[in-house]
Each structure stands twice: as C-alpha cells, then as structure tokens.
C-alpha cells in the first residue's frame, strides 16, 4: 500500500523545522493538529527527540498516517486520535505545544476561531503553539498568487485565508511573538501562552 506524499509538505519541512528547532526548546508533549499525510510528524519527531509528537486529525486520514508511523517508527511519535474543532478539546491532553500546518484556510471561519479559542484555553501558560500556512495581513494579501488561491479556495467550499489581526482578535491569553516570512509566500505564526494573573 503507497503511503499518502504531499510534496508541499517534502519542500517546507526543512524551514518549519529550522523555526521548530528554536522555539520548541523548552517544550516536552506537542499536539499536532491536521496531521495530514503524516509526513511533518514523522519529520519532525525524529529531528525533535526531546518531545513527545501526538499526532491528530479526522479519522479518514488516520491510515496514511498510521503507514507513515509504520515505515518510521519512533518512540517519541504517537498514533493519530480524532481530532476536529468544535468536536474534540485539547482539554486533559496534557501538552505544551501545539502545531497545526496548512489547516487554518481549508477550515470554515467558525472552525478556524473553535481552533483558536481551544488553544487559548487549554494550553498552559508558556505553552507555545505554532501556525504554519498562508495568511493575509490587515486585509492584504502577500503575492497575487495568494489571492488566486484564495479565491479558488472560496470556489470550491473551503473557507479562505484568515487574517492574522482576525487572529489575534479571538483570543485572550495567546500573543502573538513572532511572525515569519516563509517560503512560497507562507507565514509562521508563533503564539505564546502568557500567564493569567487574578486579582
């Protein structure tokens, strides 16, 4: 059986990792969130050894997944539960990172802010959570390409980029530290969990 291969993912794993690299240094469990083809957590665990890799996304893409894990087995890696906004919680997941890649513009905007609110509720203060994909900033769009994209994203039921002052705009405790230019008109968006204080 041929494992699932999105060669977007082969091409920007390098520099996601180069990125992960640096600001996961002080995590130790990371929740993915859209696994996909399995190809990013295969990667990235094995070039991450300090975390604990849990792996997510609907059931249907669990099997690529699993094959993926079959043909690289680590200890560090673990097998795809479900996983779908406003379906599941990150809540009792016990994590301190979260990474999701290429999710935020298939997902309806709805899903996108469960996804963001779930976040920034249940990861811990210094939790870390990672966004890779295309996004638009204060409404405009990178490349003309991008919003080619867009559009054709729209056209075929996915819900679009989402703007990253949107973003910020839905969640209380997140804050938004880095933003990365990456390759092929990509961002990488890194949050950070700040701290509650109560009077």
Known sequence: MI?????????????????????LTGATSVFEVGSGTGQH?????SNLPHVTWQTS???HYHDGINQ???AYPLNNLIRPIDY???VH?????????????NTAHIMQKEEVFTL????DEN??????????????????FSSQSNAEFHASLLERGYGGYRDVEELENWVKTLTLSETIVMPANNLLLVWKKQPIFRK
């Not at 494992?3 to 990792?17: D, H, R, T, V």
């Not at 990861?123 to 405009?140: D, E, I, R, S």
Request: proline fraction near 7%.
């Open 3 to 23: 494992k699932p291969f999105s060669q977007a993912c082969e091409n920007n794993k390098g520099p996601i990792l180069h990125v992960l690299q640096r600001v």
């Open 41 to 45: 957590a295969v990667y990235f665990a």
């Open 57 to 59: 996304d609907q059931p």
């Open 68 to 70: 993926w894990i079959d």
């Open 84 to 86: 779908v906004a406003g």
């Open 89 to 101: 919680s990150l809540a009792g997941c016990h994590v301190d990172a979260v990474f999701s890649a």
């Open 116 to 119: 963001m609110q779930d976040v």
């Open 123 to 140: 990861l811990p203060a210094g939790g870390v959570f990672c966004q890779y994909g295309p996004f638009t900033q204060q409404g405009q």
